[in-house]
């Protein structure tokens, strides 16, 4: 089993930055993805980057050059640098891990992200 553990949500003005920190605990040896989605009020959730072992990173439109991902594969934790804030990236992050590309992916409990004057 995977466990996953997110931290750095808050409130933040427009245009303010976050990290986000994800730490995996359990079965792990070698995690093949690691990956931020969100979710907004009524909408779908949503991938905002993703990054895998070999370090290919993917990333959501609406968050290129704002975002970036990085990863310690020693230490299994993965953060979301977020800057230049907006209303629209108000949102519970979740982070998300695979073992293989194989697997279903392991979620974390979530962690709100609110920016607002």
């Known amino acids: 089993q995977v466990q996953l553990v997110e931290s750095g949500g808050g409130l933040v003005q427009p245009g303010g930055s976050l990290r986000l920190s994800c730490a995996a605990s359990?079965?792990?040896?070698?995690?093949?993805?690691m990956a931020w989605y969100r979710q907004a009020p009524g909408k779908q959730r949503e991938l905002v980057a993703s990054?895998?072992?070999?370090?290919?990173?993917n990333y959501a439109d609406s968050v290129k050059g704002r975002f970036t991902i990085s990863r310690d594969n020693a230490k299994n934790t993965v953060d979301l640098k977020m800057n230049s804030l907006k209303p629209e990236d108000k949102a519970i992050y979740y982070c998300?891990?695979?073992?293989?590309?194989?697997?279903?992916?392991?979620w974390g409990q979530g962690t709100q992200v609110t920016v607002s004057s």
């Open positions: 998300n891990a695979q073992r293989t590309i194989f697997e279903v992916p392991h």
């Open positions: 990054m895998s072992k070999n370090t290919y990173t």
């Open positions: 359990g079965s792990i040896s070698n995690i093949y993805m």
